[in-house]
T-cell receptor, first 112, second 116 residues
Framework: GQQLNQSPQSMFIQEGEDVSMNCTSS?????WLWYKQDPGEGPVLLIA?????ELTSNGRLTAQFGITRKDSFLNISASIPSDVGIYFC????????????FGAGTILRVKS | NAGVMQNPRHLVRRRGQEARLRCSPV?????VYWYRQLPEEGLKFMVY????????ESGMPKERFSAEFPKEGPSILRIQQVVRGDSAAYFC??????????????FGSGTRLTVV
């Protein structure tokens, strides 16, 4: 089946730092989505990307849909403590219906 | 609050019992999706339902698991004769249509099932 490889698995951030994570796949996706999940909660959509090459921002978050349609990245600029959590990429292949394929997640923690 | 409501939030079952997980979609949404999340993993698709119809159950285990979304009332995910491996967080999502506009695709807070 389709798989998304998300990296890094985890990272520590210091307030004010920029953060970058990405997802790659051997499959071509029609839509890329980035979600954030806080402990004990469901995923919340951050950014949706629908076209190859698309670059979209949502406040301090920027995401891009790769030209090959096989990858996407998410950048967080000037991180703040409430950015900690788990970030998931998810992809959709229209030929396979409306089910999302999720990456394994990137855990963001605060450096102490 | 018009979000996706899942209950219970936490459910403990002994091996061999049945687990029933409920999902009330956003008001007006007629498409419901169930996903399972194992610890430290991403969500895995289980089933996609519209009112009174199962559209795609390709992610559902063939035995012990069933799902319904009746004309009235919440969607139900039922797990019979639970085993320890069923312990996971189960998330429901709803959308107003089955299309590709994911701004309308909303997740609930999940039900955490623990089998002891």
């Amino acid at each position: 089946g389709q798989q998304l490889n998300q990296s890094p698995q985890s990272m520590f951030i210091q307030e004010g730092e920029d953060v970058s994570m990405n997802c790659t796949s051997s499959s071509i996706f029609n839509t890329w989505l980035w979600y954030k999940q806080d402990p004990g909660e469901g995923p919340v959509l951050l950014i949706a990307l629908y076209k190859a090459g698309e670059l979209t921002s949502n406040g301090r978050l920027t995401a891009q849909f790769g030209i090959t349609r096989k990858d996407s990245f998410l950048n967080i600029s000037a991180s703040i403590p409430s950015d900690v959590g788990i970030y998931f990429c998810a992809g959709l292949i229209m030929e396979y219906g409306n089910k999302l394929v999720f990456g394994a997640g990137t855990i963001l923690r605060v450096k102490s | 609050n018009a979000g996706v409501m899942q209950n219970p939030r936490h459910l403990v079952r002994r091996r061999g019992q049945e687990a029933r997980l409920r999902c009330s979609p956003v008001k007006g949404h007629s498409h419901v999706y169930w996903y399972r999340q194992l610890p430290e993993e991403g969500l895995k698709f289980m089933v996609y339902l519209q009112k009174e119809n199962i559209i795609d159950e390709s992610g559902m285990p063939k035995e012990r698991f069933s799902a319904e979304f009746p004309k009235e009332g919440p969607s139900i995910l039922r797990i019979q004769q639970v085993v320890r491996g069923d312990s996971a967080a189960y998330f429901c999502a709803s959308s107003p249509w089955g299309g590709s506009s994911y701004y309308g695709y909303t997740f609930g807070s999940g039900t955490r099932l623990t089998v002891v």
